[in-house]
């Protein structure tokens, strides 16, 4: 007897929560579409993924999708619940579907009772699975950065610019492939947003591969644990930020005046290499108390001087 030739799917639309024009993309379902994509490619099988115009404007979204391209629909990660994930059955109706590595809170519910199957890694009476993106390949290290800008500062009067200093860094750091971090150097002791000791500003800093700041302990204290800073002086002609940075030996400085994406890709670059050495160099300087500081002046004043006898 013949053996039944086992036929595959055809082409595969995958969606989630990141399909949804008010849907969100997170990390974590990203990565989950990630391992679904790597299981779907090494069998060969086609497919599509559909995106939120609003996270990825010029990629393949749902209201641009020929339904019928398709033979089965695949609902990765997430929630199953909402009138959006019910349209989906509506709209693909012909299509097999089916859920996977998503929560389940009421079996009930009709966004989870339209798919043919439910591959859910929690739902009540069944043992929870791993999340999908435990296995997800693996994705390359990218620089930690940390952001540190100061958009006050009325004391500089007509010369300031962090305004705009603010707007072109951080549109430039918007399409850079880096994980950015906002930070303050402002301690509270009530707000848990913020460090409430030097200690822990401190601990976050050392930790970063790379701080980008117009702010003068930005660069200062960046510099004291060794990281190295891409700094701005945010005020016309250059004020506290470019004295700071000459007085420390720090050369990765731009202007107000003289801020392009061309210089910042510059120093970008020394400071992810040349300037890691650096900026330890200019830690230890710190640390040796190699050039005398206020503190020392200070006591010179302080100390009566021998008189003659």
């Known amino acids: 007897m013949n053996e039944r030739k086992r036929v595959g799917p055809g082409k595969v639309l995958l969606t989630g929560w990141f399909s949804f024009r008010d849907g969100e993309a997170t990390a974590g379902d990203v990565l989950a579409l990630r391992r679904v994509e790597e299981?779907?490619?090494?069998?060969?099988?086609?497919?599509?993924?559909?995106?939120?115009p609003g996270f990825?404007?010029?990629?393949?979204?749902?209201?641009?999708?020929?339904?019928?391209?398709?033979?089965?629909?695949?609902?990765?990660a997430g929630v199953l619940h909402g009138s959006?994930?019910?349209e989906l059955h509506r709209r693909f109706?012909?299509?097999?579907?089916?859920a996977?590595?998503?929560?389940?809170?009421d079996p009930g519910d009709g966004a989870a009772t339209g798919f043919h199957r439910v591959l859910a890694r929690d739902a009540p009476g069944r043992e929870p699975s791993e999340d999908l993106a435990a296995r997800a390949p693996a994705v390359p290290a990218r620089p930690v950065v940390g952001v540190i800008l100061d958009r006050g500062q009325p004391e500089y009067g007509d010369q300031r610019r962090h305004g705009q200093v603010a707007e072109r860094v951080t549109r430039w750091l918007a399409g850079k492939d880096c994980a950015r971090l906002e930070l303050e150097t402002r301690l509270d002791t009530h707000d848990w947003h913020l460090s409430a000791t030097p200690a822990q500003v401190q601990s976050v800093l050392a930790r970063l591969d790379l701080v980008v700041t117009d702010r003068l302990h930005g660069l200062v204290l960046a510099l004291r644990v060794g990281t190295p800073v891409l700094a701005v002086d945010p005020v016309a002609g250059g004020a506290e930020v470019t004295a700071q940075a000459h007085a420390c030996g720090w050369p990765?400085?731009?202007?107000?005046?003289?801020l392009d994406e061309r210089r910042l890709e510059r120093w970008w670059d020394w400071c992810l290499t040349s300037g890691r050495v650096?900026?330890?160099q200019v830690r230890d300087a710190f640390r040796d108390g190699r050039v005398p500081d206020g503190a020392d002046r200070l006591m010179e004043l302080l100390t009566p001087r021998a008189t003659a006898g």
């Open 39 to 52: 299981v779907l490619r090494g069998s060969g099988t086609a497919y599509d993924v559909a995106w939120s």
């Open 56 to 76: 990825l404007p010029d990629a393949l979204h749902l209201d641009a999708v020929r339904p019928g391209d398709y033979s089965h629909l695949v609902f990765v």
């Open 84 to 86: 959006q994930v019910e």
């Open 93 to 98: 109706a012909h299509c097999v579907r089916i």
């Open 100 to 105: 996977v590595g998503t929560s389940v809170i």
């Open 252 to 258: 990765a400085l731009l202007s107000a005046e003289a």
């Open 278 to 280: 650096a900026a330890r």
